[in-house]
């Protein structure tokens, strides 16, 4: 049995291999969360159901803060979210119960992209006119202000506070609401430039280059040796008193079969 997916915006062949007729409503583990990890979810969703006979079915196009509250309203079992859980969050009775690091990479739609220093990748983002080694120009694609990627460019990169600032000045450059408009946006837009996560790239079979930041190619492992330290944690979640469900895939993720499932995906286990 395979895990479904409800509806998804991004690759209809990619989607259609993962679905299955659902098994019955008290027999199906409900996942959701940020949208860089459905297809993520999706995946762990086949050896899961594999290992336990149960059912998964992926819920697409929430976002992190509606994944929380549906949690928390117990129409979802687990979610992953791209940011920590909230104080108002955790007091509706959410809490945080494993946590998946993935490289946080540069993507680009430039058939020959350079490796890029921090510097430069500031400098992309805060320059009125930025380009590629051809002389073409680099088109950045930016996230809303409340979206979690922001926080990651900030805090991993000095300057970028600034550089985002400035670059939000630039009303020709588009804004992407979801993490599936962001990469598909950048699929056509030639010379984009996004933030994006690896575990997105890889598992959407996106039609992107990842960057190399000071010569380090983003993988799973340079990324797992520590060569490349650039990473977004995603948060898993579920309600304090968890279905039998919720339970049974947290012990599932921990597992060693998880872990493989995981790193398949392009993350890998993060501290609690």
């Not at 915006?9 to 989607?15: D, L, N």
Request: some cysteine.
């Amino acid at each position: 049995m395979r895990a479904r997916i409800s509806t998804l915006s991004f690759g209809a062949a990619t989607v259609m291999a993962l679905w299955i007729l659902p098994a019955m409503a008290e027999d199906t583990l409900r996942l959701g969360g940020t949208g860089g990890a459905t297809a993520l979810l999706a995946h762990l969703g086949v050896p899961f159901t594999q290992h336990t006979g149960i059912a998964v079915e992926v819920i697409p196009s929430l976002g992190s803060g509606g994944a929380i509250s549906a949690v928390a309203d117990g129409v979802l079992d687990v979610v992953v979210s791209g940011r920590p859980l909230s104080s108002s969050e955790l007091q509706r009775g959410v809490i945080q119960v494993a946590a998946l690091r993935t490289p946080y990479v540069f993507a680009t739609s430039h058939l020959a992209p350079h490796s890029m220093s921090e510097g430069e990748i500031v400098n992309a983002y805060g320059a009125a006119k930025a380009t590629w080694p051809d002389g073409s120009i680099i088109k950045l694609i930016l996230r809303p202000r409340a979206e979690s990627d922001n926080q990651v460019l900030m805090a991993l990169f000095p300057g970028m506070t600034e550089a985002l600032g400035r670059a939000r000045t630039r009303p020709e450059l588009p804004i992407a609401a979801t993490d599936q408009d962001n990469a598909d946006m950048a699929e056509r837009l030639t010379g984009s430039l996004i933030g994006t996560t690896y575990t997105q790239v890889v598992m959407e079979v996106r039609k992107l280059r990842l960057i190399p930041i000071d010569g380090v190619t983003p993988t799973i492992e340079t990324f797992g040796s520590g060569a490349y330290r650039y990473t977004k944690v995603l948060y898993v979640a579920h309600q304090q008193q968890p279905s039998a469900r919720a339970t049974r895939f947290v012990q599932f993720l921990l597992s060693d079969e998880g872990i493989r499932a995981m790193r398949a995906a392009g993350c890998l286990p993060g501290a609690t």
